[in-house]
């Protein structure tokens, strides 16, 4: 094995942080904990795979030998973060990559490169979209599925091709947030289920990129954008439509400031109780939001509101109402409530370039 090169100690330490998040360390096949490093004339690769997902991301270096090594990907991040010189040199020295500054050396043991499965290349590409859009799709709707991986289709974001735009859907069956961006189509077909978890760490780290390019066949996903890639295995089921769940029967409408409701809901959910349930209530011209609790007490709070229907008093977890809001801010808000315990969507008055809706199920009213 040989590799010898030269690169910029926070370039190649923010890399190998970037893979660790998309691919954390869930194996204790040494091969498969391992990080390749590829030196060639273009700089350094970087690829790691659990055989489930597959991440290449490219960082600039110097190759003065060209090679390939496998090493340990945990304790490379680890040393790397902590270094303080500008630059640092990796080269094979015997059976051990060293890790090497001016005043130190550290050396990680090769492991058997040739035993490494690769990242596998992507699946056709399905189209394109802004990394900025992405960002501002994925992280609302991410938000609103499942931790628990007892369920898996509900830990997924649903991407798929609609009529023109691509939309993102997530539920943990107790809200539902979809979000469509403008994209460049290829396949109009496009269904996948993705790991939500995952999704949000791409679009976090693709944020700034131009495009980011979504593939996807039966079995897998992948998003490419400038020289990274990340494949992942698809999750098995879809999850169902959204349109069939967002408001048709509306029994009253509202338009109000999102930070304000949200301050308002901040401020009463102390006194939410044990059920952590605080009352939206709709007067004239106004919303009410109302906590109250035999042992915390009880506490109320007025915001101006264009409310247009029936009067409605509903109950909802405080803390899906806050998850909910904070992806609005400011904006002006618009909320329909239908009738008995289907759910309230929140959505913007005027629509941006990405369009959110997100939909809370309230709760029952105790009798």
């Given at each position: 094995?040989?590799?010898?090169?030269?690169?910029?100690?926070?370039?190649?330490?923010?890399?190998?942080?970037?893979?660790?998040?998309?691919?954390?360390?869930?194996?204790?096949d040494?091969?498969?904990?391992?990080?390749?490093?590829?030196?060639?004339?273009?700089?350094?690769?970087?690829?790691?795979?659990?055989?489930?997902?597959?991440?290449?991301?490219?960082?600039?270096?110097?190759?003065?030998?060209?090679?390939?090594v496998?090493?340990?990907?945990?304790?490379?991040a680890?040393?790397?973060?902590?270094?303080?010189?500008?630059?640092?040199r990796?080269?094979v020295?015997?059976?051990?990559?060293?890790?090497?500054?001016?005043?130190?050396?550290?050396?990680?043991?090769?492991?058997?490169?040739?035993?490494?499965?690769?990242?596998p290349?992507?699946?056709?590409?399905?189209g394109?979209?802004?990394?900025?859009?992405?960002?501002?799709?994925?992280?609302?709707?991410?938000?609103?599925?499942?931790?628990?991986?007892?369920?898996?289709?509900?830990?997924?974001?649903?991407?798929?091709?609609?009529?023109?735009?691509?939309?993102?859907?997530?539920?943990?069956?107790?809200?539902?947030?979809?979000?469509?961006?403008?994209?460049?189509?290829?396949?109009?077909d496009?269904?996948?289920?993705?790991?939500?978890?995952?999704?949000?760490?791409?679009?976090?780290?693709?944020?700034?990129?131009?495009?980011?390019?979504?593939?996807?066949?039966?079995?897998?996903?992948?998003?490419?954008?400038?020289?990274?890639?990340?494949?992942?295995?698809?999750?098995?089921?879809?999850?169902?439509?959204?349109?069939?769940?967002?408001?048709?029967?509306?029994?009253?409408?509202?338009?109000?400031?999102?930070?304000?409701?949200?301050?308002?809901?901040?401020?009463?959910?102390?006194?939410?109780?044990?059920?952590?349930?605080?009352?939206?209530?709709t007067?004239?011209?106004?919303?009410?939001?109302?906590?109250?609790?035999?042992q915390?007490?009880?506490?109320?709070?007025?915001?101006?509101?264009?409310?247009?229907?029936?009067?409605?008093?509903?109950?909802?977890?405080?803390?899906?109402?806050?998850?909910?809001?904070?992806?609005?801010?400011?904006?002006?808000?618009?909320?329909?409530?239908?009738?008995?315990?289907?759910?309230?969507?929140?959505?913007?008055?005027?629509?941006?370039?990405?369009?959110?809706?997100?939909?809370?199920?309230?709760?029952?009213?105790?009798?």
């Amino acid at each position: 094995m040989s590799l010898d090169l030269t690169a910029t100690t926070a370039a190649l330490a923010a890399a190998t942080a970037d893979l660790s998040r998309l691919l954390p360390g869930r194996t204790l096949d040494p091969v498969l904990a391992g990080l390749l490093l590829t030196a060639d004339a273009t700089g350094v690769t970087l690829a790691a795979t659990d055989r489930e997902r597959g991440v290449r991301l490219h960082a600039e270096a110097v190759a003065h030998t060209d090679g390939q090594v496998l090493v340990p990907a945990k304790p490379l991040a680890e040393t790397l973060a902590a270094l303080d010189s500008p630059d640092v040199r990796l080269v094979v020295e015997g059976s051990r990559l060293a890790i090497r500054t001016p005043g130190g050396r550290f050396a990680l043991p090769l492991l058997a490169a040739d035993s490494h499965p690769g990242v596998p290349a992507p699946p056709a590409a399905a189209g394109s979209v802004r990394g900025a859009d992405l960002h501002a799709a994925v992280l609302p709707v991410a938000s609103a599925a499942s931790r628990d991986d007892a369920l898996p289709v509900f830990t997924g974001v649903r991407l798929r091709a609609k009529a023109g735009r691509l939309v993102a859907v997530a539920t943990d069956r107790y809200r539902m947030a979809a979000a469509d961006l403008p994209w460049i189509g290829v396949d109009e077909d496009l269904d996948v289920l993705i790991p939500a978890a995952l999704f949000t760490e791409v679009a976090k780290q693709a944020r700034a990129a131009e495009r980011v390019t979504v593939h996807a066949d039966a079995d897998r996903a992948a998003l490419t954008w400038d020289s990274a890639t990340v494949t992942t295995a698809v999750l098995a089921s879809a999850l169902p439509d959204e349109d069939k769940l967002f408001p048709r029967d509306v029994e009253c409408s509202l338009t109000l400031d999102g930070a304000a409701l949200a301050g308002a809901v901040r401020r009463v959910a102390p006194y939410a109780g044990a059920r952590g349930a605080v009352t939206l209530e709709t007067g004239d011209g106004e919303l009410r939001v109302r906590g109250s609790d035999p042992q915390a007490g009880e506490a109320e709070e007025t915001i101006k509101a264009g409310v247009h229907g029936n009067r409605v008093s509903r109950g909802y977890q405080a803390k899906y109402l806050l998850e909910t809001l904070r992806w609005f801010g400011g904006d002006e808000v618009r909320i329909d409530i239908q009738p008995g315990i289907r759910g309230t969507m929140f959505s913007h008055v005027t629509a941006p370039a990405v369009r959110l809706r997100y939909l809370v199920v309230p709760l029952r009213q105790p009798n």
